[in-house]
């Protein structure tokens, strides 16, 4: 089975005729949207391939061209990672490194990866989490992706000057994580295939952000892996959207839980408030917990 074998493995004979006119529609659009994302960078880095041969050129244009095609490279690598990440996990071939982490130190690596996007687009982003640690069961670097991709999706469809925020909340034995943003909302049809694979509906409005429709699918999928469930709301289009990960706690961490609300996290400041580890590591890493008190970030350029 790989990525495409929902809509390419077919049986004739139990198949409705309607339903064969479906998938053979459905598939020729991902095989469009394919080729667009993956033409799209090709065209500037073949230019600053013909710029290059001329020659002659100075420090400042090369720097710049250089700078050109490492931006299309690495728009190609995250197109092709969600792409293998799709086929892997469909194959059932993606084996989690499981260990002892905390939430708290997940979100802040997710949000230094988000917070470039965020920055650019001058959104403001709210977090309100506990005090304590809330400890997981899970491999870190997946889990890191979960809350990347949703914070970059949410950052994507949000316009500029836009409101994202972060909610995180221990109820019982769980883990409950929310990001919502003020985006341009999902449609009441869009919301039952938001985590099928390649869907983007109305959120293809945003088109100059590009994306294959892989990323909900991919958090879907990594979320259940790890024993936990995702779901998507929103009141419609141009109402914003609120996506809900749920993950099982484990039994040492639940009872920790104050609410606070702080900044955005970044890595360094992720601690407990006095510089203690909350949560082991079997690799030896420190797994920080939760940062000060912080106000709602503005987030723009820096000047």
């Known amino acids: 089975m790989n990525t495409l074998a929902p809509l390419v493995t077919l049986r004739p004979a139990m198949a409705a005729p309607e339903e064969l006119a479906r998938l053979n529609g459905a598939l020729q659009v991902i095989l ?45 690598t995250a197109l092709l990672t969600d792409l293998l990440d799709s086929s892997r996990i469909d194959q059932g071939l993606v084996a989690l490194c499981r260990q002892e982490v905390d939430l708290h130190a997940v979100l802040a690596h997710a949000v230094e990866q988000a917070r470039p996007l ?76 938001v985590f099928e694979m390649f869907t983007q509906g109305e959120r293809s ?37 609120e996506i809900t990960v749920t993950f099982p706690l484990l039994d040492h961490s639940a009872s920790h839980a104050q609410t ?18 909350l949560c082991s590591s079997r690799t030896g890493e420190r797994a920080p917990g939760a940062a000060p008190d912080r106000q709602t970030d503005r987030l723009g350029p820096q000047r």
């Open 118 to 193: 965020m920055e650019a687009r001058a959104q403001r982003f709210t977090l309100h989490a506990p005090a304590g640690a809330l400890c997981l069961d899970g491999d870190a670097h997946r889990l890191v992706q979960v809350f990347a991709n949703l914070l970059n999706n949410a950052a994507k469809y949000t316009p500029e000057g836009g409101q994202i925020t972060l909610t995180v909340e221990a109820t019982g034995t769980e883990a409950v994580v929310r990001v919502r943003d003020t985006g341009i909302g999902m449609s009441k049809e869009l919301l039952p295939h």
């Open 32 to 76: 469009g949207s394919l080729a667009h994302e993956l033409r799209n960078p090709l065209a500037p880095i073949l230019t600053a391939a013909a710029i290059l041969r001329r020659g002659e050129l100075s420090p400042e244009k090369l720097r710049a061209i250089g700078a050109l095609i490492e931006r299309q490279a690495t728009h190609m």
């Open 205 to 241: 409005a945003d088109r100059h952000m590009g994306g294959l429709g892989l990323g909900l699918s991919i958090v879907n999928n990594l979320v259940a892996l790890h024993g936990g469930t995702v779901r998507a709301s929103s009141a419609g289009l141009g109402q914003g959207s």
């Open 260 to 277: 606070r609300e702080a900044g955005a996290m970044a890595p360094e400041s992720a601690q407990d408030h006095d510089g203690r580890c």
